[in-house]
């Protein structure tokens, strides 16, 4: 399964008033393990940057003046999210921004629904920990995820942790005995190295409130699944 984490940085807060993106990041996932392969790109505008906006990201008109313009990386930014299940934390808001640049182009595009299934990850955590704030540098508390970097706001740097983020919230990071191509994504086999027991394993049992965080965890990850959770379903079936 092929999952692309995105984030973008516009000018202001809402397309129909005029506000463009301004920045493009992508992080790669593959069987639920982060890939190298990213997608990043700074785009001019061709509009002035809201101060607030500034405020947050800390991009400037200045900086921004020798990027490409949307229309000159759409094919390949497409290319890279086609047939992808996006991640993305508040949806909502950076499909409308990418459906609008994509609509605005006149060029015959669709709209990111039509190439791609999109994950909400503010959804999910807002049924994971109902009445709590979930925005990410809270989310990055709460699943120990580093974010001491996140001084300002950036597409690369926050599809990154909310990579980490998403795998804390649903199960984890899945790491066996493959690894991935950083340009392909295919999985490259390593060597088995066999163990061979020199006694019987022992058997250490949970303290009680080892117990519960065990049960607190597979009711997370029954939340996230859609109650497809089979080892909380073993636990049931234990006692």
């Not at 609509?103 to 009445?131: E, F, N, S």
């Amino acid at each position: 399964m092929r999952q692309v984490i995105l984030d973008t940085e516009t000018t202001g807060l809402d397309p129909k008033n005029g506000h463009r993106i301004i920045e493009i990041g992508c992080v790669e996932v593959i069987d639920r393990r982060i890939t190298k392969n990213t997608y990043h790109q700074y785009i001019q505008p061709d509009r002035e940057i809201d101060a607030e906006a500034i405020e947050v990201h800390g991009i400037t008109n200045e900086f921004l003046a020798d990027k490409p313009r949307f229309n000159e990386i759409v094919s390949e930014f497409m290319q890279f999210i086609d047939g992808a299940e996006l991640v993305i934390h508040n949806a909502a808001f950076d499909v409308g921004f990418i459906d609008h640049e994509l609509q605005q182009l006149k060029q015959g595009w669709k709209t990111v629904i039509d190439y791609c299934t999109v994950m909400d990850t503010l959804a999910l955590a807002r049924q994971l920990h109902p009445g709590q704030k979930n925005n990410l540098d809270i989310l990055c508390r709460r699943y120990d995820i580093d974010n001491s970097g996140r001084d300002l706001h950036g597409a690369l740097l926050d599809a990154e942790l909310l990579a980490d983020v998403y795998l804390a919230m649903t199960g984890g990071q899945v790491s066996l005995l493959a690894e991935e191509s950083s340009q392909t994504g295919q999985a490259v086999q390593t060597e088995i190295r066999r163990v061979t027991r020199t006694g019987a394993l022992p058997l250490i049992q949970p303290n009680e409130t080892e117990y519960q965080a065990h049960l607190d965890y597979l009711e997370r990850i029954n939340k996230a699944s859609g109650g497809q959770c089979v080892w909380q379903q073993d636990e049931q079936t234990k006692h």
